[in-house]
């Protein structure tokens, strides 16, 4: 998809990230379980070989979020799920 947006004219990609939380607090906090850091370390690393700069993130934590992102504007809310 990169390619294809480079290929189409966009020369300046950068990137915005939510999420990363750590779901399962009641459990222990090991590597393991702790699949929202492993999937934003993975984004970071995708993103840092592609050479795309993340701009804004909110991540990490114990508290899930629901995010309405503008492909127009580039503008990105995020809303915490405090249930």
Request: charged content about 30%; aromatic content about 4%.
């Amino acid at each position: 998809m990169v390619n294809e947006m480079k290929h189409k004219g966009c020369e300046h990609l950068v990137a915005k990230i939510a999420g990363g939380a750590h779901m399962f607090k009641d459990l222990m906090e090991t590597e393991t379980m702790d699949i929202g850091k492993r999937n934003y370390e993975a984004v970071r690393e995708e993103l840092s070989k592609l050479g795309i700069p993340i701009i804004a993130h909110e991540t990490g934590g114990f508290i899930g979020r629901t995010i309405r992102f503008n492909t127009v504007t580039g503008k990105m809310i995020v809303k915490l799920r405090m249930d």
